[in-house]
């Protein structure tokens, strides 16, 4: 409640110093940049909320069939219409793919459910980013020492501006292909559960 008071205030704040800022150029300049940045703020921490919703205690959503977990793509790609649940930020790492399965993966169907991974080759990715965190226990982010990164899970476009703009406007990736190369504790992992398991790299 606190951080929407927060928000609200800074929002009537930026619109009484509109006028003010409509005399200037550069005051003009530096408000519309402020207000880009929080338009595109918002459109992806909800997004990226949106995302988590079906993992929630609240949700009803179970056995699914497949899993989709990886950068922005479109399901069609995969050859699923119907039946999936799909994690999705920019540039998203191998790393992150398989630790938000480990998170996630009590959603599919434990007879026969598939896990569909879309991921940026090892050596090109950037690890961990902000928009993985809601999908990681606490003692994962510890683990990891993603503490500092945590702090700032709520405002993408102060530390990622180019991934939060991606995010916000839900701009798909191109250019995969599937790996035949499977890791071997994401197969051993998938194969206890009983999944199935894709992995496309760029």
Same mark, same amino acid.
């Given at each position: 409640?606190?951080?929407?008071?927060?928000?609200?205030?800074?929002?009537?704040?930026?619109?009484?110093?509109?006028? /003010?800022?409509? *005399? &200037?150029?550069?005051?003009? #300049? =530096?408000?519309?940049?402020?207000?880009?940045?929080?338009? +595109?703020?918002?459109?992806?921490?909800?997004?990226?909320?949106?995302?988590?919703?079906?993992?929630?205690?609240?949700?009803?959503?179970?056995?699914?069939?497949?899993?989709?977990?990886?950068?922005?793509?479109?399901?069609?790609?995969?050859?699923?219409?119907?039946?999936?649940?799909?994690?999705?930020?920019?540039?998203?790492?191998?790393?992150?793919?398989?630790?938000?399965?480990?998170?996630?993966?009590?959603?599919?169907?434990?007879?026969?459910?598939?896990?569909?991974?879309?991921? /940026?080759?090892? *050596? &090109?990715?950037?690890?961990? #980013? =902000?928009?993985?965190?809601?999908?990681?226990?606490?003692? +994962?982010?510890?683990?990891?020492?993603?503490?500092?990164?945590?702090?700032?899970?709520?405002?993408?476009?102060?530390?990622?501006?180019?991934?939060?703009?991606?995010?916000?406007?839900?701009?798909?990736?191109?250019?995969?292909?599937?790996?035949?190369?499977?890791?071997?504790?994401?197969?051993?992992?998938?194969?206890?559960?009983?999944?199935?398991?894709?992995?496309?790299?760029?």
């Amino acid at each position: 409640m606190k951080k929407k008071a927060a928000l609200a205030l800074i929002v009537i704040l930026m619109i009484a110093v509109l006028p /003010v800022c409509a *005399g &200037n150029v550069f005051a003009l #300049s =530096v408000w519309i940049a402020a207000a880009a940045m929080m338009v +595109t703020n918002l459109l992806a921490v909800l997004r990226n909320r949106r995302q988590s919703a079906p993992f929630s205690p609240q949700s009803e959503i179970r056995n699914v069939h497949t899993l989709i977990i990886g950068d922005m793509i479109d399901p069609e790609i995969t050859g699923t219409t119907t039946d999936f649940v799909q994690i999705s930020a920019p540039g998203r790492s191998l790393q992150s793919c398989y630790e938000i399965l480990r998170h996630t993966h009590s959603i599919l169907d434990d007879k026969g459910g598939a896990c569909v991974i879309f991921a /940026v080759k090892e *050596g &090109n990715d950037e690890g961990f #980013s =902000v928009f993985d965190l809601p999908f990681f226990h606490t003692i +994962t982010i510890r683990k990891y020492g993603l503490g500092k990164l945590n702090r700032f899970r709520k405002f993408p476009a102060l530390i990622c501006p180019v991934r939060a703009i991606l995010m916000a406007l839900g701009a798909k990736s191109r250019n995969y292909r599937e790996s035949s190369a499977l890791p071997d504790e994401a197969l051993s992992f998938c194969h206890e559960r009983g999944y199935s398991l894709r992995i496309f790299l760029r």
